[in-house]
């Protein structure tokens, strides 16, 4: 079964700084998707970022980018002039791709303070 | 709906008691998913429809916890027998057919067993 780790219970930030948050996974298949969902208090997971592991470009969406590296195994997010609306929890996720439509596996998540 | 709508928001019920919690999907999306995050965790599969049938139930903890999606759209989370341990949110899920589609989220509901 895959796992997913994020070994960063808690992460701070000064506004307009940049933070990265990590996340490794174990899996034995080759083709899946990385995601890093957001959190807010409304407790709505909001999609920031999605990767597909054939693909070595690194995803990014406008202050988010990752750091994919397939080897390790490795899936770091990371968020350029952090802003207020920025904190949340933060949490990785992933999919397999073998069998159609199959649920997310999530990681325990980061909490994310962006400090003013 | 424009985006998946759960009620109730929140729960509150006595222990033993049964509960059903309600998940209304974004038209058109043809899959379905249920989630429980405990305090202080990510969410944990429950069960997956594809339609009207549960492609994947192994995530049920037990036989006390059963899901419906009767018409392919509603889908209903029924938990029996409620105990103090079912305390969590319930998140429900849907996205399109393919696996690459983004899985759009629900505000979840709060169920708490007393």
């Known amino acids: 079964a895959q796992t997913v780790t994020q070994s960063q219970p808690e992460m701070s930030v000064q506004e307009a700084e940049t933070v990265t948050l990590s996340c490794t996974y174990d899996?034995?298949?080759?083709?899946?998707?990385l995601f890093w969902y957001k959190q807010p208090p409304s407790r709505q997971m909001i999609l920031v970022i999605r990767?597909?592991?054939?693909?070595?470009q690194n995803a990014t969406e406008n202050r988010f980018s990752v750091n994919f590296q397939k080897a390790a195994k490795s899936f770091s997010l990371k968020i350029s002039d952090s802003q207020l609306g920025d904190a949340a929890m933060y949490f990785c996720?992933?999919?397999?791709?073998?069998?159609?439509?199959?649920?997310?596996?999530f990681g325990k998540g980061t909490r994310l303070s962006v400090i003013a | 709906g424009a985006g998946v709508s759960q009620t109730p928001s929140n729960k509150v019920t006595e222990k033993g008691k049964y509960v059903e919690l309600r998940c209304d999907p974004i038209?058109?999306?043809?899959?379905l998913y249920w989630y429980r995050q405990s305090l202080g965790q990510g969410p944990e599969f429950l069960i997956y429809?594809?339609?009207?049938?549960?492609?994947?139930d192994s995530g049920l903890p037990n036989d006390r916890f059963f899901a419906v999606r009767p018409e392919g759209s509603v889908s209903t989370l029924k938990i029996q027998r409620t105990e103090r341990g079912d305390s969590a949110v319930y998140l429900c899920?849907?996205?399109?057919?393919?696996?690459?589609?983004?899985?759009?989220f629900g505000q979840g509901t709060r169920l708490t067993v007393v």
């Open positions: 996720a992933y999919r397999s791709s073998y069998s159609g439509n199959t649920p997310l596996v």
């Open positions: 990767q597909e592991a054939y693909k070595q």
């Open positions: 429809f594809q339609g009207t049938g549960a492609a994947d």
């Open positions: 899996t034995s298949e080759s083709d899946y998707y």
């Open positions: 899920a849907s996205s399109l057919t393919s696996a690459n589609t983004e899985a759009f």
């Open positions: 038209s058109g999306h043809t899959a």
